[in-house]
């Protein structure tokens, strides 16, 4: 007879990507190789097939240096059985961001009056389609996950239900409770410094989180050739930081998707 695996492995393995998840979950983060190369670009108007909606999405790498990428969320919805589907090529998602992106079509389906599948997890007579796509011509992405991208999936949908356009020049991170409300993410100040990068003109963040800590180098020289560096935080906030260097950006907090879809969808 076939032996069961043994219980022990298994509760261990399930402990250990719990733990795992729970650190990677705080804001949306990206996986870089070790050398940041360039990578290919996916051909999202093919992908869309002329229907459907992009959205950029903000994230922040791990590691010692952190760095802002913006990637783009493409979304598609087509007469279906109420699955969601979520592409992997050219990158791999985590269990936070899949989890994020349900969490919206719920909400998304609230706000427009859709009904929901019997699992609670699609909207009823319709399939759903999820591609997220690097920048490639600046870095390769490895894998993405976390839930901060859970406000641009639900402006997202709601774009397509309400056959609405998101505004050009418009940036927004947070995550999405059932309730609607946007919730608070990690990584605001490269998050917006890497808006600003790509253009972007509003910066959409969580209410409360327009104020930000940055570190600045401090340098003391004692005589010649003998220098400390230092880093000395400074609170500032993100709208005058912005002007003071040259950003052009202009950063509005929001409490909700229906608040951000006022301001983001024409």
Known sequence: MPRKPALLPRLAAAFALGLLCGFLGYHLLLSLPPSVQHGGTVNLEGW????????????????????????????????????????VDPMLVGFDFQDSDRR???????????????????????????????????????????????????????????????????????????DGKIGQVGGIFYKAQAAARKGATHFLVPRGQSRVTVYEQVTYEFFPGWRWITYRPRTVDLNTYSQEKGWGLRVLEVSTVEEAASLMLE
């Open 48 to 87: 869309l097939e002329n229907s459907g909606s992009t959205i950029p999405i903000v994230a922040v790498s791990s590691g010692e240096n952190p760095t802002g990428v913006v990637c783009t969320l493409a979304v598609k919805i087509k007469p279906g059985d109420g699955y969601v589907y979520l592409s």
């Open 104 to 178: 919206a079509v719920r909400v998304a389906g609230s706000l427009t009056g859709y009904a929901l599948d019997e699992d609670g997890v699609g909207l009823k007579g319709y399939d759903l389609y999820f591609l997220v796509a690097g920048p490639g011509e600046e870095v390769r992405v490895e894998a993405i996950d976390g839930p901060s991208a859970g406000a641009a999936t639900a402006l997202a949908i709601l774009a397509i239900l309400e056959n609405r356009r998101i505004r050009e020049g418009y940036v927004i991170t947070g995550t999405v409770e059932e």
